[in-house]
């Protein structure tokens, strides 16, 4: 069964740019969130998508985005890159719907990014 | 906002040896998750908490919740070179959305 697939692995950009990484859930997996972890802040939310909808968001400014398309398959991006948004992006996917209780979430590989 | 407290941040211990790993969470919350990081690796889901006194064992590790005292405990039972790796916990909210710890770096040594 594959897991949860993110890509690239790897990115280099420059500040000011833009970069859009993917994530493919499980199948059958309707809900995926996205995290950001650095060194300094650890682990933050970023937000959630379920069925096209962006449930939750969590504290980061308009910059940073997302979708997901009917396949489930999900996408973020950051435009105007800043020296601090250089971290390890990583999605999780679930199941579940409305009830969050049961299965907890799968996490991909991750993509590093880093801005110079 | 929540806060997620583990404590340590970084173990250090023998084989052979047991301890525990604590979580302090700052709100009401019936659902803790446990998860491993090797390094440069993604997070492993190590335990699902569902309900106040949940326990979970899986081989040298054990998980309990107490949802009253807002306290997750990991216990490592005999540490074994393997389990060396970074631990978190994380509370879960709505929405598939989880405040995590800032991470226990556990360091097992021979």
């Known amino acids: 069964k594959a897991g949860v697939t993110q890509t690239p692995r790897y990115l280099i950009k420059t500040r000011g740019q833009q970069v859009t990484l993917s994530c493919s859930p499980i199948s059958g997996h309707r809900s995926v969130s996205w995290y950001q972890q650095t060194p300094g802040q650890g682990l933050q939310f970023l937000f959630e998508y379920f069925s096209e909808t962006q449930r939750n968001k969590g504290n980061f400014p308009g910059r940073f985005s997302g979708r997901q398309f009917s396949n489930s398959r999900s996408e973020m991006n950051v435009s105007t890159l800043e020296l601090g948004d250089s971290a390890l992006y990583l999605c999780a996917s679930s199941p579940q719907g409305n009830h969050l209780r049961d299965y907890g979430y799968t996490f991909g590989s991750g993509t590093r990014l880093t801005v110079v | 906002e929540l806060k997620v407290e583990q404590n340590p941040l970084f173990l250090s211990m023998q084989e052979g040896k047991n301890y525990t790993i604590y979580c302090n969470y700052s709100?009401?919350?019936?659902?803790l998750y446990w998860y491993r990081q090797d390094p440069g690796k993604s997070l492993e889901s190590l335990f699902v908490l569902l309900s106040n006194g949940a326990v979970k064992q899986e081989g040298r590790l054990m998980a309990s919740l107490d949802t009253k005292a807002r306290l997750s405990t990991l216990h490592i039972t005999a540490a074994v070179h393997d389990l060396s790796a970074t631990y978190f916990c994380?509370?879960?909210?709505?929405?598939?959305?989880?405040?995590f710890g800032t991470g226990t770096s556990l360091t097992v040594i021979p």
């Open positions: 994380a509370v879960g909210l709505y929405l598939g959305q989880f405040y």
């Open positions: 709100t009401t919350s019936d659902r």
